[in-house]
T-cell receptor
């Protein structure tokens, strides 16, 4: 069965500091991985996705993520956080047969001024 | 705006009542998914459609829940005899046609059962 673990429930960083959000997955085949962001009262917005190829993927809003098969990880990074990045972030793995996504429980990001 | 839309955005109901939610996917998208999200958790898969065919249902979807997509366009999710445990955000997503196509999410319907 597929699963996603986001070890950090809550992270606080100062504006301008770098950010890394962790994601570990379990999936029997080559994973299709996604990062989404959810602001209060909003739906999920896709930040980036990994299917194959280059293991470092670029997304919107200056985010990037690196796929590491040996560590079953897909960590999200941003070199300099902005106050508007405060939100909840979800990592997900997609079942390539059915398309249903399995999400982690999310990491809430707080940005200090 | 041609994104995924959901109606209503909020629903408050009393325990035991029936509720129905609607999802309108992006127009050319053949796949439609329903997820449920409770506080502090990530979305959990409920069911999905390929055109009008419902192809998979989660064990989370008890017999009080039913979903339809009669003409392969919009979808409805009905909950009969609501319970307080049904209180959650119900999210709809759509994608083009393949299992790995990007899913685009709607804003969700927040259900509160009193």
């Amino acid at each position: 069965a597929q699963s996603v673990t986001q070890p950090d429930i809550h992270i606080t960083v100062s504006e301008g500091a770098s950010l890394e959000l962790r994601c570990n997955y379990s999936y029997g085949a080559t994973p299709y991985l996604f990062w989404y962001v959810q602001s209060p009262g909003q739906g999920l917005q896709l930040l980036l996705k990994y299917f194959s190829g280059d293991t470092l993927v670029q997304g919107i809003k200056g985010f990037e993520a690196e796929f590491k098969r040996s560590q079953s990880s897909f960590n999200l990074r941003k070199p300099s956080v902005h106050w508007s990045d405060a939100a909840e972030y979800f990592c997900a793995v997609v079942n390539t047969n059915a398309g249903k996504s399995t999400f982690g429980d999310g990491t809430t990001l707080t940005v200090k001024p | 705006d041609t994104g995924v839309s959901q109606d209503p955005r909020h629903k408050i109901t009393k325990r035991g009542q029936n509720v129905t939610f609607r999802c309108d996917p992006i127009s050319e998208h053949n796949r439609l998914y329903w997820y449920r999200q409770t506080l502090g958790q990530g979305p959990e898969f409920l069911t999905y459609f390929q055109n009008e065919a419902q192809l998979e249902k989660s064990r989370l979807l008890s017999d009080r829940f039913s979903a339809e997509r009669p003409k392969g366009s919009f979808s409805t999710l009905e909950i009969q005899r609501t319970e307080q445990g049904d209180s959650a955000m119900y999210l709809c997503a759509s994608s083009l046609s393949g299992a790995t196509d990007t899913q685009y999410f709607g804003p969700g319907t927040r259900l509160t059962v009193l």
